[in-house]
């Protein structure tokens, strides 16, 4: 179905079914679901389902969709609400499934190096509970109270993807809903698999929209010995940028390498009234490193240091004990929340080859002055993904005049060899900008792909792609 007006209701008989399924102190249908009716997407208005529902285990998601699907009704599966795509957002009301009690972590295999967790786990409760084990889930992606099920459905991605890749990279198989109620298995506790089309990877990143993932099972690693923050200014962010590739040639791929620029500190600093060391140079790399040994770590961070000073860098900072790295960290982390803080219509998490960052945020730059639109830059400079903010600081930019800035900077990073988003997903927001990154050929297969697991698009309908889209 196209068409939301075909769409059937909630009605007394759907609640009284969904009461039977969950109980009904998991049924809510008044004023609490206006929790359930945004995620964190900046200026984004918010939309209500007509019932949120909280199952509490695979069987029950099984009985929910296979009513929706004879009653079709809209599903917006949800985790932590963290997103920031309006991914989570139920713009045709219906029923919000949320994840948030499908919260048991269910085994950690020490020998297989696998953890099996319900979506719905926390993403700090799986830290803690790895950690606990002696072992190690490497992923960052910035928001720790997203749910699992939520960084697998949008494939998050982070500050740690130089050295260890997304999530979807730690995705060994699955347990997911499709929208007809049927359960399916993907994947197992193994690293290799060359049995038919690959399930897994598909569902991860499909963003609710194919299916509800129930259960994950992910690939952990030893944990590193040791980790050290390098933080180091520069007098323009051209020579920031020059140096990634000889940092990467270098060896030892750091965990994380992230670019700013002065404005974005002096906003944070602003924001959180707190101070950055050396704050008052035009661009900075921040390179986090891991390592066995403290001797071995030093050696790394002395090289990356001296690669940095050949690429003009002013100095280099060592915060040195855990306190001020954390201090550090977690400034960065505030980013979002500072932009938006100030006022930003949109965030862009273009991606393209780390080699061509340059490029493409001089060509963004210049496209922004074109509409004197102020932007903000930052981001991932290790794995190409770009984070540029139209801020509005309190002047209200024009729907329109966003949009076609917005198509004229994705444009750039596709001409530049990337596309359009790196870790957040399409979502609701940036569905409209596909067809700039995939031609007709890919924009039909998607669709084919989505109509034969959701054939009457109940499964998070209006997200990632428009079955109306040319
Ligand atoms: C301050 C801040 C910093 C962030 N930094 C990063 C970052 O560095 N990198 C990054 O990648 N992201 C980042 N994010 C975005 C966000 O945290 C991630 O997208 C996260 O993966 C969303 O998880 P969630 O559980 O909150 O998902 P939700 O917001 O609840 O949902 C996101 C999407 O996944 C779908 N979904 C959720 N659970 C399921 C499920 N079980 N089955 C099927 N579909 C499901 C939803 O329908 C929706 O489409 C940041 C967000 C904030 C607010």
């Known amino acids: ?21 969950v109980g009904d102190k998991n049924v809510l249908s008044g004023d609490d679901r206006e929790n359930y009716a945004r995620d964190e997407t900046a200026e984004l208005e918010p939309a209500l389902p007509e019932v949120v529902v909280r199952p509490e285990d695979a069987a029950s998601v099984a009985r929910i969709m296979k009513l929706a699907s004879d009653k079709l009704i809209p599903v917006t599966p949800r985790g932590g609400g963290t997103g920031i ?14 994840l948030e009690r499908m919260n048991r972590i269910l085994e950690i295999d020490r020998d297989n190096f696998v953890a099996t967790v319900e979506a719905g786990v926390i993403l700090s409760n799986l830290y803690q509970a790895v950690e606990e084990q002696g072992l190690y889930y490497p992923l960052y992606p910035g928001e720790t109270s997203s749910s699992i099920g939520g960084n697998v459905a949008t494939n998050a991605g982070g500050m740690r993807a130089v050295k260890y890749g997304v999530t979807r990279h730690f995705v060994l198989g699955l347990e997911a809903v499709l929208p007809n109620g049927d359960v399916l298995e993907t994947g197992g506790k193994f690293v290799k698999c060359s049995t038919g089309y690959e399930l897994t990877q598909l569902i991860t ?21 040791k980790r050290e923050v390098l933080f180091i200014p520069f007098n323009s962010l051209e020579d920031a940028i020059g140096s990634v590739p000889d940092i990467l040639k270098g060896g030892t791929l750091p965990v ?28 900075f790399l921040m390179i986090i490193v891991e390592a066995d040994s403290e001797e071995e770590i030093l050696r790394i961070a002395n090289h990356l240091g001296e690669v940095c000073l050949g690429h003009g860098a002013v100095d280099v900072f060592m915060p040195g004990s855990e306190r001020a790295k954390r201090n550090l960290l977690e400034l960065r982390e505030k980013f979002y929340s500072t932009v938006c803080h100030f006022g930003t219509p949109a965030i862009v998490d273009a991606v393209v080859p780390r080699s061509r960052i340059a490029e493409f945020i001089a060509r963004a730059k210049e496209i922004a002055h074109r509409y004197q639109i102020p932007l903000i830059t930052y981001g991932h400079a290790g794995d190409g993904n770009v984070h540029l903010h139209p801020m509005s600081y309190g002047t209200k930019h024009s729907e329109a005049r966003i949009n076609e800035l917005l198509v004229k900077i994705f444009e750039a990073s596709v001409a530049c060899g990337g596309t359009i988003s790196g870790e957040h997903g399409l979502g609701l927001v940036k569905k409209k900008y596909l067809p700039i990154a995939a031609d007709k050929a890919k924009l039909a297969l998607m669709k084919r792909i989505k109509q034969a697991f959701d054939p009457n698009n109940i499964m998070n309908p209006g997200k990632v792609i428009d079955l109306g889209q040319p």
Do not use: C, N, W
């Open 256 to 283: 994380g390498l992230e670019f700013m620029e002065q404005d974005i500190i002096k906003l944070v600093e602003q924001y959180t009234g707190r101070e950055i060391p050396l704050h008052d140079h035009r661009a």
């Open 205 to 225: 990143g499909s963003e609710g929209t194919l299916a509800v993932i129930t259960k994950i099972l992910l690939r952990l690693i030893p944990p590193p010995g």
């Open 85 to 98: 795509s309006g991914g989570a957002v139920p713009i045709y009301g219906g029923i919000v499934l949320s």
């Open 1 to 21: 179905m196209t068409d939301p007006s075909g769409y059937g209701k909630v009605s007394d008989q759907v609640l009284a079914s969904l009461i039977e399924i």
